[in-house]
């Protein structure tokens, strides 16, 4: 198994920056991407961005593109979230997840291709 904590969220402004860890522990060299899905309250989860762990490659949802980077530390095993110019949508409960494979960018923006899931953080972002 693979654990997942993720951190660095909280209460900020419209137009702040905030930066989500997620750091992994357990059988790690089993990771072959990691991804941020976020979830509002009554809605369903959805994708935010997704990283190949080994080449680094990265794929975002339309909407946070130019705002949003992922990237990771391979020796602390951590994935982050660099957010950028925050809005109000983007106020969700942020969950980081372990893949052992990668399919296809329609495949892996879907939460039900991860194996593994943190306990969430929570992001709001204020008018």
């Known amino acids: 198994q693979v654990h997942l904590v993720e951190s660095g969220g909280g209460l900020v402004q419209a137009g702040a920056s905030l930066r989500l860890s997620c750091a992994a522990s357990g059988r790690t060299a089993s990771m072959y991407a990691m991804g941020w899905f976020r979830q509002i309250p009554g809605k369903e989860r959805e994708f935010v961005a997704a990283i190949k762990w080994t080449v680094g490659s990265t794929y975002y949802t339309d909407s946070v593109k130019g705002r949003f980077t992922i990237s990771r530390d391979n020796a602390k095993n951590t994935v982050y979230l660099q957010m950028n110019s925050l809005k109000p949508e983007d106020t969700a409960v942020y969950y980081c997840?372990?893949?052992?494979?990668?399919?296809?960018?329609?495949?892996?923006?879907?939460?039900?291709?991860?194996?593994?899931w943190g306990q969430g953080t929570q992001v709001t972002v204020s008018s």
């Open positions: 997840g372990s893949a052992s494979r990668w399919g296809t960018i329609a495949t892996m923006s879907s939460w039900d291709s991860y194996d593994y």
